[in-house]
């Protein structure tokens, strides 16, 4: 898979509390990040799979979702995991 465990423990190391911290929202947000960034290049390559189109789609809808607790609850964390993972231009 091209997701590996240890690739994980270092998306939530840096992004996260800790390794260990997978729950925490700017953890999750990397991760989707990750994960949206991936099966963006497999739809250039293929883009008549529309299965892996409806997952990216539900992908960015998740992140979208957290992104806006994020900003609700706490609006300098919100700042912050957008500027580190360059989302805004």
Not at 11 to 27: H, M, P, Q, Y
Not at 32 to 56: A, E, V
Not at 69 to 79: A, E, F, T
């Amino acid at each position: 898979m091209y997701l590996s465990t240890e690739k994980k423990k270092e998306i939530f190391g840096s992004f996260g509390k800790s390794e260990a911290d997978t729950g925490s929202a700017e953890g999750q947000i990397a991760l989707f990040t990750h994960r949206i960034s991936h099966l963006t290049g497999h739809l250039k390559k293929n883009r008549k799979d529309f299965s892996t189109q409806l997952s990216l789609t539900k992908l960015v809808g998740k992140r979208r979702a957290l992104l806006n607790y994020l900003m609700k609850k706490d609006i300098l964390r919100y700042r912050a995991i957008v500027k580190k993972l360059e989302l805004r231009k």
